[in-house]
């Protein structure tokens, strides 16, 4: 079956422009996660939607940052005003439950000039 | 804060030996998750320990946990080459929701 997937899979973009990341979950996963993996910082936590509510956003690095998720499926990762820092590989995961194993998606990576 | 350390962070062995890796969490935990990462790929869930004394095997690798000693462990049995990756533990706490807290990750190369 079709497993987490994500788009665009690499993006180069201008500092101080805007950029959308999309994650499509597994279909029925309720659970869905954005993670960010630079080389500086490992793998870190960004936002965890539960349906199409937010319990935990508490990862988001800045104002910068924002996502939602539409239809308990698809979740889009805002990123405005880019800066050089932003450069990483964001990753998306769901699960069939907030206590599931997480399947993660192949990955957007993210170069900020 | 919840911490989770591995080690060794770096792992260089010949095939056919053994090894461990060591994961260590700073705070009591509901579960413990091991993951590989090839080189430019996802991760990939390899194991899910639910409760203390768990312990799970795929293959050459065998993982368990001791939820008193804060620690897990990825064993490694008879490696072969393919088994070089990037190995991660992470873990949630239940005071932090969901959230997967990672390890630095074990950078692992089997030699021929």
């Known amino acids: 079956g079709a497993g987490v997937s994500q788009s665009p899979s690499n993006k180069v973009t201008e500092k101080g422009k805007d950029v959308e990341l999309r994650c499509d979950p597994i279909?029925?996963?309720?659970?869905l996660y954005w993670y960010r993996q630079s080389l500086g910082q490992g793998l870190e936590f960004l936002i965890y939607?539960?349906?199409?509510?937010?319990?935990?956003k508490s990862g988001l690095p800045s104002d910068r940052f924002s996502a939602e998720r539409t239809g308990g499926s698809v979740s889009t990762l805002t990123i405005q005003r880019t800066q050089q820092e932003d450069s990483a590989v964001y990753l998306c995961?769901?699960?069939?439950?907030?206590?599931?194993?997480?399947?993660f998606g192949p990955g957007t990576r993210l170069l900020v000039l | 804060e919840l911490k989770v350390e591995q080690n060794p962070l770096f792992l260089s062995m010949q095939e056919g030996k053994n090894y461990t890796i060591y994961c260590n969490y700073s705070?009591?935990?509901?579960?413990l998750y091991w993951y590989r990462q090839d080189p430019g790929k996802s991760l990939e869930s390899l194991f899910v320990?639910?409760?203390?004394?768990a312990v799970k095997q795929e293959g050459r690798l065998m993982a368990s946990l001791d939820t008193k000693a804060r620690l897990s462990t990825l064993h490694i049995t008879a490696a072969v080459h393919d088994l070089s990756a990037t190995y991660f533990c992470?873990?949630?706490?239940?005071?932090?929701?969901?959230?997967?807290?990672f390890g630095e990750g074990t950078q692992l190369t089997v030699n021929p």
């Open positions: 995961a769901s699960s069939p439950s907030n206590n599931g194993p997480r399947y």
């Open positions: 279909s029925g996963h309720t659970a």
């Open positions: 320990l639910l409760s203390n004394g």
């Open positions: 939607f539960q349906g199409n509510s937010a319990p935990d």
């Open positions: 992470a873990v949630t706490q239940e005071t932090s929701g969901s959230r997967l807290t």
């Open positions: 705070t009591t935990s509901d579960r």
